[in-house]
Structures are given as C-alpha cells and as structure tokens.
C-alpha cells in the first residue's frame, strides 16, 4: 500500500482526523504520493542490500512499476555517482515531467553520496517534490539516523536479501506471477534452480525469457524450461557422460571442455545439468529393476529423444554407482557455494575418476 502524506480524513478508514495548525499542515501536505492518472508511489525509496544484481533487478522491477516503458526515455535519469552532485540530483527532481506522470531519478552505489549530503538530502525528505521519485541505492542503510526515521514518514525502505535455498522456489513462482501474471510450477522453479544455479538475477532473467517463450500459456511448466533453458545443456552433459561410461576419459574430457568454452553459463549451471542427469538414470534404472518397461519409463521420465542411448547408459551402469555420483555431485556443489573450488576443475576430476571406473 501506499503511502499519502496526512489528510483531514484518512483515506482508508475514512474517519475524519485532528486539526494541525496551518504551518504543520502546509509543511506535510507536500509528502502526498506522486501520480496522477497513474499508480501511485512514494516520492523516495532505498534500495538497500549486499548483492549488486539482486539490488539492479529490485530496481528495474520498481522502475518498471513507476514508470512506463515508453516513458523512460524522458522520464528516467540515473545518476554517475562519480561526478554527479546533490544539486544537480534536486534539480532533477523538481524538472516538470514532460509527457510523463513523474521524474525518476536513480542513484547508485549511493552509499558515500548519502553520507556526504545528509543535511540536503534531509531538507528534501522534509519536502520532496510532488512530481519526483528519488531511489538511493545502498549497501547498507542505518535505521538509527535521522534521515532514515525521516524515510519512514515519508518514503518506503526496500531490504534486499539473497533468499536461502529452501526459499528459491517460492521467490520465483511469486516473480513469475508478478511480472509477467504468468503461473510457475514449483518442479519448473526446481528444475530452473538446478540447472542455473542459485543466483536470483540471473534466475529472474531466465524467467523473463520463459514467460516469452510460453507467452500464450497461463503457466510455465518444467517442460518449458527443459526445452528452453536445459536442451544444449542436457545435450552437452549427455555427451560427457557417453564417453564417461564408455570409458574414453579423453573424449570425455575433450567435450567438457567444449561445454564450458560454449556456454559462457557452464560455471553455473555444470553441477546441476550432470545432477539432472543422473538423477534420471537412477529413476529409469529403479523402474527397469521393478520391471517397467523402457518406454513407460522414458514416458514416465520425459524422456523424448535419444532412449535408445540412455537407456544403454542405465543398463551399463551399476544403481549404486548412480548414487554414488550423485551423492558427490552435492558435495562438489557445496564446495564450488562456499569457495573451496571451481566448477571447472571439480568436474573435470570427477569426469576423470568415472571414466577410471
């Protein structure tokens, strides 16, 4: 909800509200929501956070919701923080919009421009501009300051955190449906993550295309996201394993390299095509053993093309060896998550140690 400055009768309840003398009202009657025709909006945000992409992402969406897309061209600045100075930022903000409903400025990695200008930037809070939307970028933003108990009267603090990993999938299907009013199921949101990797911008920017890809479809399915994100991948762990389980540990290697001079994604996302894999190959060769038959299993599994050669990968390779690499798979993730290697080289040992036997 957003917020309008005080009013003689509150807009939601519509209760009438005490009198204020005539300098008080005057002063706050200025802090009403910018918009016309339009949404309406606070005049500031902070955009306040650790990760640069997640912050970028944040700030396109709220842009994206104060501003049309045609609009933005004279509607938007953004601001080179090395040079820009705080007068040049006010009087962009108190610039009539011209064909637009507001003037949007942006500020990023504001962090020593806030702390520089605080009394200004003060003063504006105060009494923003009717017309204006100011958005302050920060790494991090001090709540105990008077210019952030002045935000909270005023203007909207947005906390921007990676979510943990059991939160992904929920994260996702709530972008898909804001952005793009599309449904994302959560094996799509699951399979996304294990194939891309757990970085939310990059995961936003693949939901972005999907919702093309499946633009005249209410929902989003794992098949669309196997069909556009996964099928190179999928085809380029295929073929690392064929040569793994054939034993030729230099082709296999060879093609793995190949992957990751192709696909400039392949650090992110090798861990999670190979798991992918894999995990299949344990299902199909669960269901072989309870005495399913191949094409129930390749029906069962979403398994379209080339069953003829993965169905030979299943049968020569032992279920506990599935499990195996599976389980080291997870350990290879955990390792690359929190430093102690790089996907490259983790992969191509354990391509390595496969094609050993």
Not at 64 to 73: D, I, N, T
Not at 94 to 115: E, I, M, N, Q
Not at 170 to 176: E, F, K, N
Not at 200 to 229: C, M, N, P, W
Request: proline share 3%; hydrophobic share 45%; with cysteine.
């Amino acid at each position: 909800m957003f917020r309008t400055g005080a009013r003689t009768r509150d807009i939601v309840t519509g209760r009438a509200m005490m009198p204020e003398t005539k300098a008080k009202k005057n002063r706050k009657s200025t802090h009403t929501a910018v918009g016309e025709g339009s949404e309406k909006c606070e005049p500031i945000f902070v955009i306040a956070g650790k990760e640069a992409s997640l912050l970028n992402t944040e700030c396109e969406k709220l842009i994206g919701r104060v501003l049309e897309p045609q609009q933005r061209a004279i509607g938007l600045f953004k601001a080179d923080v090395a040079e820009v100075v705080i007068s040049e930022v006010l009087d962009e903000l108190r610039t009539a919009p011209f064909l637009t409903d507001r003037r949007v400025v942006v500020v990023k990695d504001a962090d020593k421009f806030v702390s520089e200008n605080r009394p200004l930037l003060e003063k504006y809070f105060d009494n923003p501009c009717g017309t204006g939307v100011l958005i302050l970028m920060v790494s991090r933003w001090d709540a105990r300051t008077k210019l952030a108990k002045k935000l909270s009267e005023v203007g909207k603090l947005i906390n921007v955190v990676q979510p943990k990993p059991w939160q992904l999938p929920h994260r996702l299907i709530q972008y898909a449906s804001d952005a793009h009013s599309k449904k994302l199921t959560t094996d799509a949101a699951e399979l996304l993550i294990e194939l891309t990797g757990d970085e939310l911008g990059r995961l936003y920017g693949e939901i972005d295309k999907l919702a093309l890809f499946a633009t005249d479809q209410k929902t989003i399915t794992a098949g669309h996201v196997e069909s556009l994100v996964g099928h190179n991948r999928f085809f380029n762990a295929f073929a690392v394993i064929d040569a793994v389980i054939a034993g030729n540990a230099g082709k296999a290697v060879d093609r793995l390299r190949s992957m990751f001079a192709e696909d400039k994604n392949a650090e992110f996302t090798v861990v999670g095509a190979f798991a992918y894999h894999f995990r299949r190959m344990f299902n199909a060769k669960v269901l072989l053993e309870e005495g399913v038959r191949p094409a129930e299993v390749a029906s069962r599994l979403g398994i379209w093309s080339g069953k003829d050669s993965f169905f030979l990968q299943v049968r020569r390779t032992p279920l506990r060896k599935i499990g195996d690499t599976l389980k080291r798979l997870a350990e290879i993730d955990y390792a690359i998550k929190t430093g102690r290697t790089k996907a490259r080289i983790a992969i191509e040992q354990l391509v390595l140690e496969l094609a050993a036997g």
